[in-house]
């Protein structure tokens, strides 16, 4: 049950971060946000990013084996890595219709995929 509550405040605090790093460049299309100076924009996405400390603050104390949970902390980290990648990708088909994944964005990304496969494998 750690585990998947793990990986689901990790989903969730990596939207709230890719919103806060990438969201910002869709803000210009909202009327609100049009004449927004850069300063503006920066305390939005801040708020944002707060949002995900929100998330990925319990995210790692749960999932973490010094309190009781799943995993050590590089595969933590390596996790949080794909997962933010997954979120990416479907951010990006989302709000940048206009980008286009080739095939070595995801030959690329199936490599950090792998990374996970090798970070989780008991040797």
Do not use: D
Not at 3 to 32: D, P, Q, V
């Amino acid at each position: 049950m750690k585990a998947l509550s793990t990986i689901l405040l990790l989903i969730l605090s990596n939207s709230f971060m890719t919103m806060a790093w990438y969201g910002h460049l869709k803000f210009s299309e909202w009327k609100w946000f049009e004449k927004a100076g850069l300063f503006s924009i920066i305390l939005i996405s801040w708020g944002i990013a707060f949002l995900e400390y929100c998330f990925q603050v319990p995210a790692n104390r749960i999932g973490i084996k010094e309190n009781g949970g799943p995993f050590s902390l590089i595969q933590l980290k390596v996790l949080q890595e794909v997962i933010t990648l997954v979120v990416f990708m479907i951010f990006t088909v989302v709000f940048f219709k206009h980008e286009s994944f080739k095939w070595n964005h995801i030959v690329g990304f199936v490599l950090l995929v792998l990374s996970v496969f090798f970070i989780f494998k008991k040797w």
